[in-house]
């Protein structure tokens, strides 16, 4: 539960043998229970995929719905969908599992690795038939947004909100500031 997640961070010589214990909910199950093991995550794998994908969330139903599973859905890759408090947390302090590096699905650029390579470039191409629109929509979002670009990770969703690859999370910067702490001003 929560306490042993709590032991990420406090028994650091211990990590590896308390990451084996850890549960999480996943895109594989229909229900909010932490029933998948980092191991069981693992196993299941696409072949190609050497991340483990993660995405965090102040419920379980706000986790299950983000449109930054679009992708992982429509390529059938699992995600971990995080939302007890500690597991920011966790994440923070536990950045990789079995040789497989723990990923948010909500942070930076979206790598598939493998997976995916082939569709990714055709995207790429593509995006430049729209900087007009991007242009317009930075313009128009400057001082709101650091950038505004064209992204493969969704499917149906018109557009979506992603913080820097080593910056805060949108959600423990929703947690900092409901516990009233002072938060630093980042755009996404």
């Not at 913080?163 to 949108?170: Q, R, Y």
Request: proline fraction near 2%; include cysteine.
């Amino acid at each position: 539960g929560k306490v042993l997640k709590e032991g990420i961070g406090e028994d650091f010589g211990n990590q590896e043998r308390i990451s084996k214990l850890l549960r999480f909910s996943s895109t594989n199950s229909e229900s909010g229970d932490q029933t998948v093991s980092l191991a069981q995550y693992v196993s299941r794998q696409k072949e190609g995929q050497d991340k483990i994908f993660y995405v965090t969330a102040e419920s379980f139903n706000s986790a299950a719905s983000s449109p930054h599973l679009e992708i992982f859905k429509d390529k059938g890759i699992e995600v971990l969908l995080l939302h007890d408090r500690v597991d920011e947390w966790v994440v923070s302090n536990l950045t990789e599992f079995d040789g497989n590096k723990l990923t948010s699905v909500s942070k930076g650029e979206l790598d598939l690795g493998d997976i995916a390579e082939e569709e990714k470039k055709a995207r790429d191409k593509e995006a430049n038939d729209y900087q007009v629109l991007v242009d317009k929509i930075t313009e128009e979002l400057k001082g709101k947004v650091k950038d505004v670009r064209v992204t493969f990770r969704l499917t149906d969703s018109p557009a979506c909100l992603v913080s820097e690859e080593n910056g805060m999370s949108i959600n423990l910067e929703r947690m900092l500031k409901a516990a009233g702490q002072n938060v630093p001003s980042t755009q996404p």
